[in-house]
């Protein structure tokens, strides 16, 4: 469905008019730019959902708009055979001045649809968007959240044969986020090419079949998805070692138009509650996380991340993965809770990690990170981070 074949890509940075002027009568002068991309070459299959990762200004933008056709390449050629729903920068290709209707008819327009097919979708597309009346009106009136659904509605309702996502699903509220995750669910289902940009290593391995990890320009490794993210994580790790940086930042949602969060939390030691910093015994102690939630609609599933102090994460553990279902009494709200049995970490300081996710462990409902904080201490001599169960071989047993 995609062919990339040797693309590079170029932008000038020196574009003031004494700069162009003088290019002008001095041919040989050189303008000062930089190369965004350099020398791609990737095929995507029919079908096929294709994640692209990488730190912000490796280039993930630029290449989906040159496959797109926004951006042309500087040198190279890209193939494309079908129609693409795009959804790059919020807002993009959108006439302010025009009503969210009449926009609706540009979009689709310029993504190759005749008109009758646009007819046939335009009330599923404003039905979907859930913008009311707005759509009679222009979208320089528009929230970001209301640009975000209606541009969404109109690359997946007109059932795209390419449909390309770049970061934009976190603006919004969590009910329309939901949608969209469902519907992306059903065009890869449906056999709809998919490429999908993200920061979330998580909606990656849940959603794409390969990745390509964009690295300055160049592709840094392209692959099954699992071993592609886990190699841009370990190349994570070992620059946040070098910089020494910190836990990361409560990442809570405080946002009011959240419908499905964390309620109260509690952590225990050998079954009796504690607040941070508490010490554990490593190989003798017990340690609970009881998780509430509140919701309204959703059956969210519950992932617990342990890390080290420079950000490593050593473990973790989530209930879809294990199969594990929240706990409902009627005197208070559903919960989780889990127990590591005998904590096997050895002797540091961690901080623990939570994070509510949608059905499909995909979206995001509500994250905490670093909820806690605790010592764990040992008695032997034991070296490294974990303690693995092991077994000699005594030739002198009886």
């Given amino acids: 469905m995609i062919s990339v074949q040797s693309i590079t890509k170029e932008f000038r940075t020196q574009s003031d008019s004494l700069s162009t002027v003088k290019n002008f009568f001095l041919p040989g002068e050189k303008i000062k730019g930089f190369r965004a991309l350099n020398n791609l070459s990737f095929q995507v299959n029919s079908g096929e959902v294709v994640g692209i990762i990488g730190k912000n200004g490796a280039g993930k933008s630029t290449l989906l708009q040159l496959i797109c056709g926004t951006l042309k390449p500087t040198m190279g050629d890209i193939i494309v055979s079908g129609k693409i729903g795009a959804l790059l920068e919020l807002g993009a290709g959108f006439h302010p001045e025009f009503t969210g209707i009449e926009n609706i008819y540009l979009s689709g327009a310029t993504m190759g649809f005749s008109k009758v097919e646009i007819q046939r979708s335009a009330s599923d597309i404003i039905e979907f968007s859930g913008i009311g009346n707005f759509v009679e009106k222009p979208v320089k009136t528009y929230s970001s959240g209301m640009l975000m659904r209606l541009a969404f509605s109109i690359a997946t309702c007109v059932r795209p044969e390419i449909l390309i996502i770049d970061e934009v699903l976190s603006v919004g509220d969590q009910e329309?986020?939901?949608?969209?995750?469902?519907?992306?669910?059903?065009?890869?289902?449906?056999?709809?090419?998919?490429?999908?940009?993200?920061?979330?290593?998580?909606?990656?391995?849940?959603?794409?079949?390969?990745?390509?990890?964009?690295?300055?320009?160049?592709?840094?490794?392209?692959?099954?998805?699992?071993?592609?993210?886990?190699?841009?994580?370990?190349?994570?790790?070992?620059?946040?070692?070098?910089?020494?940086?910190?836990?990361?930042?409560?990442?809570?949602?405080?946002?009011?138009?959240?419908?499905?969060?964390?309620?109260?939390?509690?952590?225990?030691?050998?079954?009796?509650?504690?607040?941070?910093?508490?010490?554990?015994?490593?190989?003798?102690?017990?340690?609970?996380?009881?998780?509430?939630?509140?919701?309204?609609?959703?059956?969210?599933?519950?992932?617990?991340?342990?890390?080290?102090?420079?950000?490593?994460?050593?473990?973790?553990?989530?209930?879809?993965?294990?199969?594990?279902?929240?706990?409902?009494?009627?005197?208070?709200?559903?919960?989780?809770?889990?127990?590591?049995?005998?904590?096997?970490?050895?002797?540091?300081?961690?901080?623990?990690?939570?994070?509510?996710?949608?059905?499909?462990?995909?979206?995001?409902?509500?994250?905490?990170?670093?909820?806690?904080?605790?010592?764990?201490?040992?008695?032997?001599?034991?070296?490294?981070?974990?303690?693995?169960?092991?077994?000699?071989?005594?030739?002198?047993?009886?």
């Fill in 176 to 398: 329309f986020s939901r949608k969209c995750l469902n519907r992306i669910l059903e065009l890869k289902h449906s056999g709809t090419t998919i490429l999908f940009c993200s920061h979330s290593m998580y909606q990656v391995e849940a959603l794409c079949d390969r990745a390509i990890w964009l690295d300055h320009g160049e592709i840094k490794k392209i692959g099954e998805t699992k071993s592609v993210t886990t190699a841009y994580n370990e190349n994570l790790l070992v620059k946040n070692i070098q910089t020494a940086d910190a836990f990361p930042k409560n990442a809570q949602n405080k946002n009011a138009l959240i419908r499905t969060h964390f309620g109260e939390i509690n952590f225990l030691k050998n079954g009796k509650s504690i607040k941070k910093n508490a010490v554990f015994k490593s190989r003798v102690d017990d340690l609970s996380i009881r998780v509430c939630y509140i919701t309204k609609d959703r059956n969210p599933t519950l992932a617990v991340s342990i890390r080290r102090a420079n950000g490593e994460i050593v473990a973790s553990a989530g209930s879809l993965n294990d199969g594990a279902l929240p706990i409902s009494t009627n005197d208070r709200d559903p919960f989780f809770e889990i127990t590591f049995l005998k904590l096997p970490l050895l002797s540091g300081i961690y901080s623990i990690d939570l994070s509510l996710f949608c059905e499909h462990g995909i979206q995001t409902l509500d994250a905490i990170s670093n909820a806690i904080a605790i010592e764990v201490t040992q008695e032997d001599l034991e070296q490294g981070i974990v303690h693995l169960s092991h077994q000699w071989l005594d030739l002198n047993e009886k």
